[in-house]
């Protein structure tokens, strides 16, 4: 690989995605990408006796179903990268362990999808693995018990707020395939200082835009170079506020962007405030949406920009801003 610019790195030999696949709960498969997802449950515990056991389950059905999609087994993994919002990101513990692959646990809150992505390339270009997974997941109860308030307390939620998905994704990269990993950019922590927690997307936003202006600079490409590029997950707020933090750099997305927390519900029919978020929710567009659109030729050429916010109930409660932090992934495909 090589290095381009300050922060942006480019593969000589580029990764490529063997197989992959989204799962999703009952909102999910009733929203305008319910179709794209290979696996979704009715019932949100799925057959689990905690919320967490059931986020669990979602990561072990995700890696489950792309291996199958890949043609491997988990001996065939020399690496998986797994994360998810809890504390010591226990879903992917409880998820992956049956598998027996040596595991790197990974956290960067809704961006832990990109930043799996990128270093199960970076394994795989190095020649560290020959075929690595990258699973991240996010569960709507799991998520509202640790962040914010267990759901029988029934507490009202802001027309910021955003709604955390019931869902994962994964994806397992090798040496051959039609998509291919070109490099990516790994993000910066930026903190403008919101600390409204019901507001993810006004403090992800400024990290979006520090990462795709860097990253569009250091490659010296612009927005239409690209089929599409595309956050998660800044939500209606947030994608206002990134377009307004790069049009003052002389970056105009609006032609190219979208954001998975827009793509994943339909804010008209679904009670989803200002959009989705959650580990799950970017990783099920991208496994789901994205990748069958570039299997299928509809799409060659894509930015897959994680957004995450860098909080915990802690820093929440003894009054600290929430920083966030934006990774970046180019696609191709062809």
Not at 127 to 133: F, I
Request: with cysteine; charged share 15%.
């Amino acid at each position: 690989m090589r290095r381009v610019g300050r922060g942006c790195l480019a593969f000589e030999r580029p990764p490529a995605l063997l197989g992959r696949a989204a799962v999703g709960g009952k909102r999910e498969a009733q929203g305008p990408l319910g179709a794209d997802l290979d696996k979704t449950f009715g019932d949100t515990s799925l057959g689990m006796d905690t919320w967490e056991q059931a986020e669990a389950q979602l990561q072990k059905e995700a890696v489950a179903l792309a291996l199958a999609r890949a043609g491997l087994g988990p001996e065939d993994l020399d690496l998986i990268f797994a994360g998810d919002l809890l504390n010591q990101c226990i879903s992917s513990t409880f998820g992956v362990m049956g598998y027996q692959v040596p595991f790197l646990g990974q956290y960067g809150a809704c961006s832990t999808m990109a930043q799996a992505l990128l270093l199960a390339a970076l394994a795989v270009e190095s020649g560290a693995a020959r075929q690595a997974a990258a699973v991240t997941s996010s569960h709507f109860c799991s998520a509202e018990r640790q962040f914010r308030l267990p759901l029988e307390y029934g507490g009202q939620r802001s027309p910021t707020a955003q709604w955390t998905a019931t869902a994962a994704g994964c994806a397992v990269v090798g040496l051959s395939g039609r998509v291919k990993v070109r490099g990516g950019l790994v993000g910066k922590i930026v903190d403008l200082g919101v600390k409204d927690p019901a507001n993810m997307g006004a403090a992800m936003a400024p990290a979006a835009a520090d990462s795709i202006a860097r990253y569009l600079r250091d490659t010296g490409t612009s927005p239409g170079d690209y089929d599409g590029i595309f956050t998660g997950d800044l939500g209606a707020v947030g994608t206002a506020l990134l377009y307004q933090l790069l049009a003052e750099e002389g970056v105009h997305l609006q032609r190219v962007h979208d954001d998975c927390g827009l793509l994943l519900y339909d804010r008209q029919r679904q009670d989803v405030h200002a959009g989705g978020s959650g580990c799950g929710c970017s990783a099920a567009v991208l496994c789901g949406h994205l990748l069958k659109r570039m299997e299928q030729g509809e799409l060659g050429d894509i930015l897959f920009c994680a957004t995450g916010a860098l909080m915990s109930p802690t820093s929440q409660q003894q009054g600290q801003s929430i920083p966030g932090v934006c990774h970046v992934v180019h696609l191709t495909a062809g």
